[in-house]
């Protein structure tokens, strides 16, 4: 009998093999979805089943884009907004790494602060509002921490957890070799966490992005959330779609970013969906 003659009761194993998918195609596929959204907008509003009322036509918001941006306003209300969201980002990142890094590498970090963050991480930031006003008044400084605190536990959770997850003989053996904690840390723990960190990248943007909505609701008086507050005065319900896709866009182009930052740093990774 010869090695390829199947025995009696089996069957010749099914070998999955990946599939590549054209690059056009896959942008077409993801298009599908928001360009559906789009036509069905554009059919209510011709047809009058969206009153302006309710929600301004696809064309009157695209001529409030044009007269925001030709005035200036969407412009610095941009720039406020990401600048808000950018540093608060920072914060919470710088933050989150350090302290998921003690507690995922150092026992002592572990049990004493753990708990704590732990406890911490389920109050709600939207709570935070109130209290922030109190301490730090309507300035801008309330602003930008409480998106540092939004974006400052999603990534003390993944960091820790993928520091944890390092393999732990691989520690062993640099240990051996005299590496010190620093420069394991460096070279070992992090880029062996690198997924998980990552992970909470793409969760802390997201967040940030939340976060700069409810922190631009504190006495604004520049920004995405001014120009809404400003509409809703008026019942410009045009500028208002404005800004609620503004936002949705920087949601959108902060995963891009991450999904980027994934090609380059691990390039080993197929993209998702190529076996399918």
């Not at 089943?49 to 941009?78: F, K």
């Not at 605190?149 to 820790?160: D, G, I, K, L, Q």
Request: charged share 15%; with cysteine.
């Amino acid at each position: 009998m010869s090695d390829t003659t199947l025995r009696p009761g089996l069957v010749r194993p099914h070998v999955q093999r990946r599939t590549s998918r054209n690059r056009a195609y896959a942008v077409t596929v993801r298009a599908l979805g928001p360009v559906a959204l789009l036509v069905l907008w554009w059919v209510a509003s011709a047809t009058g089943l969206l009153t302006p009322d309710v929600l301004a036509s696809p064309a009157d918001v695209l001529r409030a884009v044009g007269e925001l941006w030709g005035n200036g306003q969407l412009p610095d209300a941009l720039t406020t907004s990401l600048t808000r969201s950018g540093l608060g980002l920072l914060i919470g990142l710088a933050a989150g790494l350090t302290l998921g890094v003690t507690t995922g590498f150092t026992r002592l970090g572990d049990e004493l602060l753990d708990s704590s963050l732990q406890t911490l991480r389920t109050i709600p930031f939207l709570s935070l509002v109130p209290l922030f006003m109190v301490w730090f008044g309507i300035n801008e400084t309330a602003k930008i921490l409480l998106i540092a605190v939004a974006t400052t536990f999603p990534m003390y959770v993944s960091t820790s957890s993928g520091v944890r997850n390092t393999d732990p003989e691989l520690i062993e053996a640099m240990r051996s070799f005299g590496m010190g904690r620093l420069a394991l840390v460096r070279e070992v723990v992090l880029p062996g966490a690198l997924p998980s960190l990552l992970a909470g990248l793409r969760l802390s943007m997201t967040l940030s992005v939340i976060a700069l909505i409810a922190a631009e609701e504190i006495n604004a008086t520049a920004g995405i959330g001014y120009l809404m507050s400003q509409a809703q005065s008026y019942a410009r319900t045009d500028i208002l779609a404005v800004c609620i896709l503004v936002y949705g866009l920087l949601g959108l182009t902060a995963d891009i970013v991450v999904r980027l930052l994934e090609r380059v740093l691990m390039p080993w990774r197929s993209p998702q969906g190529a076996r399918r």
